[in-house]
């Protein structure tokens, strides 16, 4: 290396000129007649041993004989040769000869020998068929701009991939048209990009150009360029060396690679068809098109999956674009229904489910040419099926598309149509699992004397998908109100479902009279019974999602309106705000944590507060408070400040409390329930203590028929007094202790007896020798219902008469 370092320092002239070289002065016949001081460094004789001497005798003699002036070079020149001669030190060289005449005939001098290292010789000789090789064969554009930047030489394969030989004095960026550099962190122009090279002297490698050379003048070209300062022997500057090579081809094909790439990260990122179009179209334009369209079928739309092999139709539903007109990448357009000729390719790329290619020439512009209009439609195709068509556009593009853009045009609709496929799926998911969430929660509430009732449910966008969250209000005996709200963790229709099943066990608990936190523990083995039961399914099936109830909260309340006592019990469950109807103070109050529903063998607890007429109740789940993006804290001083003005009706205050997640996009459902309290003044309650003496069977009849008669309900006195009669007996034949009698006057008329006993009355056919056994037959055949509750103290059995209308 450092041989052919030293040859590029010594300039153009090889080692073989004799500007350069060791000479040697022949006569006609060989003998040495001259000898340079640079011949005596090469092979170490001085002259006077050589001088007289034959120039054969420093040659090796091959095993054939001895060298003689015959064997060198002959007159008048000749090439290079190489020959192995000895050095004084006994040494053989390889030493490149070449001979020089100096005359034809007489005495004296003849020729002149060159001699040089042959090592030396070849490198120098490599480096000068590299030098020919880049000017005139190389692929490699070159071109040498002096210190002004202006060219001043060019190689063949420059001039012929510009097309041009009128190059000597322009400028780099006056070689194309319309250039741009591409590459970042470079200036715009490459004369600046050049003139820091000149300057600073860093080189440049690998500068991405775009233009339009003078050969294609339609049409961009890309190049890749570096750039290099070129310096003397004294490091002063020279100018600047280009190199370009036309990467058109391999640039077009990494630019289609990255929009694959890109539309493999940015398309289909929701579950929504009209955004998964928009997304294709923000990919594509204006690189790949001027424009997209993109058609759906409007079964598609809907949910539902074409027939394969079904009958085609041209008549699709635009969700990007406009009717003849295509949208921009960012222009979103109401959703339009299209009806395409029998003719247009649309109508036959749907028909026939494969791409069509159109080509229209367009009116000449002002320069005379005729760019072309095409056209590209796509189908959407997924499992066999057609969903629709992509139409990709280009008016202003100079050229139409190719082949090799087809290709990538249906890998772009390949993607974006499973996308499209994966939310009409979901589609027809959310609007089942909507529909039977809807029909699982109430449709209307009950009107009740206990409570004023409002309620709100938001579901979450399409996105997140339906979810469990749930809310019920239960009418109890006595006039109570029991009050739910539940949440099942998850979306979709196992969620949906879940909330079904367990809203719908809420209520046959709570028609059993259980207190909140024995309701629960109910609940909580009910589920745990369904996870080991899915548990026994997947050991046999070796498939499935896991258990329905696991993640389940709830909050159960039963609230009394005759005492104002309101008992609550939770299972994992958000605490519950209640407003103060005197001061308007909003408080949550901490209620025992209970465990989420499903884990088993934990215990529920509950708490009793006093809810004074008119104080608010606000029941809701963790998705009116808690989301992506929300602080929980603010969230609940915003539903505290919503609270505080419990005094507006209720319906506006559900409003105002789920106004700010109606706007934008909601990760998890919300319900939220708004109770007002009421209670039930004395002139509604009546209540007597009995004895356990049969003699206040008498007093019991009398006191209910008078009281009966004061409400104007005459018509009823005659059956209450029969209920009466027979709930105080049994009451005072199978239990011990003091008995309470109550009347209610609400919506219908109840009858309370209590005693200690824990004993539930059945309700059975007496046989006609019995004495007994009849009278609870007869209560359920005069009474609207009648039931048995359980209490700490022992038990109530009620009554309800509808009232007179």
């Known amino acids: 290396m450092s041989t052919l370092n030293a040859a590029e320092n010594r300039g153009f002239r090889g080692p073989l000129d004799v500007t350069r070289a060791a000479t040697a002065v022949l006569d006609a016949h060989g003998t040495v007649v001259g000898w340079s001081p640079t011949a005596q460094e090469l092979l170490g004789y001085p002259s006077h041993e050589v001088l007289g001497h034959p120039i054969g005798a420093l040659v090796v003699h091959p095993a054939g004989g001895p060298r003689t002036a015959a064997d060198l070079p002959g007159v008048p020149f000749s090439r290079r040769q190489v020959l192995p001669m000895r050095h004084r030190d006994g040494r053989t060289l390889r030493v490149a000869t070449a001979v020089l005449p100096l005359s034809h005939a007489g005495a004296g001098p003849a020729r002149v020998l060159s001699l040089a290292d042959a090592d030396e010789t070849e490198q120098w000789e490599a480096l000068q068929a590299m030098l020919r090789g880049l000017a005139t064969q190389s692929p490699v554009g070159l071109a040498i701009y002096d210190t002004q930047l202006r060219v001043v030489w060019t190689n063949v394969a420059l001039l012929h991939e510009m097309g041009t030989s009128q190059y000597a004095g322009m400028g780099p960026d006056d070689m194309v048209t319309h250039g741009e550099v591409l590459s970042s962190r470079y200036p715009a122009t490459l004369e600046e990009v050049m003139r820091r090279v000149l300057v600073t002297g860093e080189p440049v490698i690998e500068l991405h150009y775009r233009g339009r050379p003078p050969v294609d003048p339609e049409h961009d070209h890309v190049w890749s360029c570096s750039y290099y300062r070129l310096q003397d022997a004294g490091s002063s500057s020279l100018g600047v060396c280009e190199e370009t090579v036309d990467i058109t081809a391999r640039y077009l094909a990494q630019q289609r690679l990255d929009l694959l790439v890109r539309a493999g990260g940015q398309v289909g990122t929701t579950l929504d068809m009209v955004r998964t179009a928009q997304e294709l179209s923000a990919v594509i334009v204006p690189q790949f098109a001027d424009a997209v369209t993109v058609d759906l079928l409007e079964e598609v739309l809907g949910g539902e999956q074409p027939t394969p092999g ?169 006039a109570r109100v029991g009050l739910v709200v539940g949440d099942v963790v998850g979306h979709g229709l196992r969620a949906a479902a879940t909330m079904g099943r367990l809203r719908t066990s809420v209520r046959v608990l709570a028609r059993l009279d259980l207190a909140p936190e024995e309701l629960l523990a109910r609940l909580d083995d009910l589920i745990g019974q369904t996870a080991d039961e899915q548990d026994a399914a997947l050991t046999e099936s070796d498939s499935g999602t896991g258990h329905d109830g696991l993640g389940v909260t709830c909050l159960y309340a039963v609230y009394d309106p005759v005492s104002g006592l309101c008992r609550m019990a939770r299972a994992g469950h958000i605490l519950p705000g209640v407003v103060d109807p005197a001061t308007g103070s909003v408080n949550f109050p901490d209620l025992p944590a209970g465990p989420p529903l499903g884990l088993g063998g934990l215990p529920f607890e509950s708490a009793e507060l006093i809810l004074p007429e008119g104080s608010l109740l606000a029941m809701f789940t963790d ?84 009281q009966v008669g004061e409400w104007g309900l005459d018509d009823l006195v005659f059956t209450t007094e029969l209920v009466v009669s027979e709930l105080v007996t049994n009451a005072m034949r199978y239990a011990s202790g003091p008995i309470q009698l109550r009347l209610i006057r609400e919506q219908t008329l109840i009858c309370e007896v209590s005693d200690t006993g824990h004993t539930s009355p059945h309700l059975r056919h007496a046989g006609s020798d019995d004495e007994g056994g009849r009278g609870l037959f007869l209560i359920a055949q005069m009474t609207l219902r009648w039931g048995t509750r359980h209490t700490s103290a022992g038990k109530t059995i009620w009554a309800e008469q509808a009232l007179p209308s």
């Open 623 to 706: 998705g009116l408070v808690r989301a992506r993006g929300r602080d929980v804290d603010a969230e609940f001083d915003r539903l505290r400040a919503v609270l505080t003005e419990h005094r507006r009706p209720l319906e506006d205050l559900c409003d105002h409390a789920v106004g700010p997640l109606r706007p934008g996009s909601v990760d998890d459902d919300a319900a939220l329930l708004l109770v007002r309290t009421r209670t039930l003044d004395r002139h509604q309650v009546a209540a007597w203590e009995l004895a356990a003496d049969p003699e206040e069977v008498g007093r019991a009849r009398a006191a209910v028929a008078e």
């Open 310 to 478: 079904s009958e085609p139709t041209s008549s699709v539903v635009r969700v990007w674009g406009a009717p003849g007109q295509e949208a921009g990448p960012n222009e979103a357009r109401p959703a339009q229904r299209i009806d395409f000729p029998p003719d247009s390719p649309q109508a036959r790329s749907l028909s026939s489910g494969r791409s069509v290619l159109e080509r229209r020439l367009v009116t000449p512009g002002s320069d005379g040419r005729a760019p072309g209009s095409s056209r590209l439609v796509v189908p959407l195709r997924a499992e066999g099926a057609t969903l629709g068509v992509v139409t990709f556009a280009r008016d202003s593009h100079p050229d139409p598309f190719d082949t090799g853009e087809l290709a990538v045009a249906d890998e772009l609709v390949a993607r974006a149509a499973v996308c499209i496929d994966n939310a009409r799926r979901y589609t027809r998911e959310h609007a089942a699992a909507l529909m039977l969430q809807r029909s699982l929660l109430p449709q209307t509430l009950p009107r009740l004397t206990a409570v004023e009732m409002a309620y709100r449910y938001l579901p979450a966008d399409s996105r997140a998908g339906v979810g469990g969250d749930w809310f019920d209000v239960i009418p109890l005996s006595g």
